[in-house]
């Protein structure tokens, strides 16, 4: 599941992961990404970190609440205002390198 508030990002996201051979969802808010996350479960979540409303950071608590555990990437154009990460969380800062990006699911799916 990507996560991302930008709909461009979110799309090139998609495309390029699913040109590798991932199944993609896309949800453009962490209130989004909650309410579909029941339905398809996701094997890892890439997030942005600054969203209207909340954060990648709380929707990854959440998201762990309800899966402990989960893989997840969070991303961000502003490593400053990220801070510490939840265990297991990589970041990755934006511009994201996508084929980085895809040896780091590799490792972690």
Do not use: C
């Amino acid at each position: 599941m990507v996560v991302d508030d930008e709909e461009a990002v979110g799309y090139v996201f998609e495309r390029y992961l699913a040109i590798k051979g991932y199944r993609v969802s896309v949800a453009h808010s962490g209130e989004q990404a909650l309410e579909s996350f029941q339905a398809d479960l996701p094997d890892l979540v890439i997030s942005d970190y600054k969203m209207p409303g909340m954060n990648g950071d709380e929707l990854l608590r959440r998201l762990r609440a309800m899966q402990p555990g989960l893989p997840a990437v969070m991303i961000s154009a502003n490593p400053i205002d990220v801070g510490p990460m939840l265990d297991g969380v990589a970041f990755f800062p934006k511009p994201v390198s996508l084929d980085t990006l895809v040896e780091h699911l590799e490792t972690v799916l």
